[in-house]
């Protein structure tokens, strides 16, 4: 007889991953290694280390190591708000009148509002571990300076961030629960670094852009004795953190009985969407199972469907190094209009190379349709999603219509990956109908692509 689904799946404690695990151990073509933009050869973990944490650093560059322990320190951590539910939307299903079993993995739970806390409390444990004074990072849209500022704390560790400069204004809550966790907030560029001098010079008036904020905390880093530069997004060190969205995901989800059809995860950087998959696309790769996987971007900053596959620099300041990665080119800032997030010019390289071998599809979605799943979703859910979440809530309920055309009843599951409540402006806009499209042309990516390096 079939168990009855509740609504929410709970995994016991000891259920918790022990293990993060790394997909590029199980792919037979690896991502291109990152180079040097000096030597233009692999960087190699000496090279890394003035920037990085040292075993952070190794973890970047380890294609083989299939898992690696989480140290008891991150995992006491996570247990406070790990693990996380695994939620069967039945009244998504029952007011789209699908036969599809929809699931969602709730990464919300917790005061950063999203999956960033499992990567930043284990770039934070290393940066102690390695005796550091603190950390510097950029933030965008500010989840990620909220998560570090928070894993810091607990660690006592200093934290500087530099905050995309419209996000500082359009955003002060988020900036003073930064401060509230005793993080040192900058509005990007700043004149506090060379490079800010220097962006600010050539762009009087600029209110910033991911790019320019990691140059400038880059900078901060490498000019501070005792300080590195962490990154909440895009690395492959932090897809492996992020890959206990996925582990407890798939054993949720074997406690029922219940095998996943389709795994849909939005994607700016690539980090939510890498953890979630990449337990899943292990067992494609040691040929254990078949999925349909699908990432899900704005149209507004499609990397994935619209970029190219080429290395280019991750930082506008190109201090970082080289990746091979769908990009749009770094100097790509998207349309003022947009409200979403995900808007990093590039993609991981893990998951553009998953892209590249066709393990995975990828689609763009406009935002204001974005915003009507996500009502949709909210007013009977109950949870008030994250405008990014909702990239893939758009995408689910898609395919969910879909099963009731065919009366298909798929299992479909996708990364929740946080809530909304600081993205409030965003659906003021909406709701007052004042929320437009905007998809950058072929003319405007070709000049972007025009300053991708001749590698
Ligand atoms: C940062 C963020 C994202 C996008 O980042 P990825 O690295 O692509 O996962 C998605 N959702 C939320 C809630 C975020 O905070």
């Given at each position: 007889?079939?168990?009855?689904?509740?609504?929410?799946?709970?995994?016991e404690?000891?259920?918790?991953p022990?293990?993060w695990?790394?997909?590029r151990?199980?792919?037979?073509?690896?991502?291109?290694?990152?180079?040097?933009p000096a030597?233009?050869?692999?960087?190699?973990?000496e090279?890394?280390?003035?920037?990085?944490c040292?075993?952070?650093?190794k973890?970047?560059?380890?294609?083989?190591?299939p898992?690696?322990?989480?140290?008891?320190?991150i995992?006491?951590f996570?247990?406070m708000y790990?693990?996380s539910?695994l939620?069967?939307a039945y009244?998504?299903?029952?007011?789209?009148?699908?036969?599809?079993h929809?699931?969602?993995?709730?990464?919300?739970n917790?005061?950063?509002?999203?999956h960033?806390?499992n990567?930043?409390?284990a770039?934070?444990?290393?940066?102690?571990?390695?005796g550091?004074?603190?950390?510097?990072?950029?933030t965008?849209?500010?989840?990620?300076?909220?998560?570090?500022?928070?894993?810091c704390s607990y660690?006592?560790?200093?934290?500087?961030?530099?905050?995309?400069k419209?996000?500082?204004?359009?955003?002060?809550?988020?900036?003073?629960v930064?401060r509230?966790?005793?993080?040192k907030?900058?509005?990007?560029?700043?004149?506090?670094?060379?490079?800010?001098?220097k962006?600010?010079?050539?762009f009087?008036?600029?209110?910033?852009?991911l790019?320019?904020?990691i140059?400038?905390?880059v900078?901060?880093?490498t000019?501070?004795?005792?300080?590195?530069?962490?990154?909440?997004?895009?690395?492959s060190?932090?897809?492996?953190?992020q890959?206990?969205?996925?582990?407890?995901?798939?054993?949720?989800?074997?406690?029922?009985d219940v095998?996943?059809?389709?795994?849909i995860?939005?994607?700016?950087?690539?980090?939510?969407?890498g953890?979630l998959?990449?337990?899943?696309?292990?067992?494609?790769?040691r040929?254990e199972?078949?999925?349909?996987?699908?990432?899900v971007e704005?149209?507004?900053?499609?990397s994935?469907t619209?970029g190219k596959?080429?290395?280019?620099?991750?930082d506008?300041?190109k201090?970082?190094?080289?990746?091979?990665?769908?990009t749009l080119?770094?100097?790509?800032?998207?349309?003022a209009n947009?409200?979403?997030?995900l808007?990093?010019?590039?993609?991981s390289s893990?998951?553009?190379?998953?892209?590249?071998?066709g393990?995975?599809e990828?689609?763009?979605v406009?935002?204001?349709s974005?915003?009507?799943?996500?009502?949709?979703?909210?007013?009977?859910?109950?949870?008030?999603p994250?405008?990014e979440?909702?990239?893939?809530?758009?995408?689910?309920?898609?395919?969910?219509?879909?099963c009731?055309?065919t009366?298909?009843?798929?299992?479909?599951?996708?990364g929740?990956?946080?809530?909304?409540?600081f993205?409030?402006?965003?659906?003021?806009?909406?709701n007052?109908g004042?929320?437009?499209?905007?998809?950058?042309?072929?003319?405007?990516?070709?000049?972007?692509?025009?300053s991708?390096?001749?590698?």
């Open positions: 007889m079939e168990k009855t689904i509740p609504y929410k799946i709970y995994l404690e000891s259920e918790m022990q293990q695990y790394n997909v151990a199980d792919m037979k073509k690896k991502p291109a290694p990152i180079l040097n030597t233009l050869k692999p960087v190699t973990v090279e890394l280390e003035p920037i990085f040292t075993e952070l650093a973890q970047e560059l380890d294609d083989t190591t898992y690696f322990d989480i140290p008891e320190e995992r006491s996570y247990r790990r693990p539910p939620v069967r009244c998504l299903e029952k007011k789209l009148d699908t036969p599809a929809i699931y969602y993995k709730f990464e919300g917790n005061t950063s509002g999203s960033k806390l990567s930043a409390i770039q934070a444990y290393y940066a102690k571990k390695q550091l004074k603190g950390v510097t990072t950029e965008g849209a500010g989840q990620w300076g909220t998560a570090l500022s928070m894993a660690f006592d560790l200093d934290c500087q961030v530099y905050m995309v419209c996000s500082y204004e359009q955003k002060p809550f988020r900036r003073e930064m509230t966790y005793g993080a907030v900058t509005p990007s560029p700043s004149m506090t670094t060379e490079i800010g001098k962006i600010n010079a050539e009087p008036g600029t209110t910033g852009s790019g320019c904020a140059s400038e905390a900078e901060a880093a000019t501070q004795e005792g300080y590195r530069y962490v990154l909440g997004s895009v690395l060190q932090v897809l492996l953190h890959s206990v969205i996925g582990l407890e995901a798939i054993s949720a989800l074997k406690k029922y095998k996943a059809d389709i795994v995860g939005c994607a700016g950087g690539g980090s939510n969407l953890g998959i990449s337990p899943f696309v292990g067992e494609i790769l040929g199972n078949e999925y349909k996987i699908i990432a704005p149209a507004s900053c499609p994935l619209r596959y080429a290395y280019d620099f991750c506008t300041g201090v970082c190094p080289l990746a091979k990665m769908y080119g770094s100097g790509f800032i998207p349309s947009h409200a979403g997030g808007r990093y010019h590039g993609m893990v998951v553009s190379e998953l892209y590249d071998q393990l995975l990828a689609r763009s406009e935002q204001t974005v915003f009507e799943a996500a009502q949709q979703f909210a007013r009977v859910e109950g949870i008030l994250a405008p979440s909702s990239h893939a809530i758009k995408v689910a309920i898609d395919e969910a219509l879909k009731k055309e009366g298909e009843e798929k299992n479909i599951v996708f929740l990956t946080g809530t909304g409540y993205d409030m402006v965003a659906y003021q806009k909406f007052d004042e929320m437009g499209d905007y998809i950058p042309t072929d003319e405007e990516l070709e000049k972007s692509f025009a991708l390096p001749n590698v």
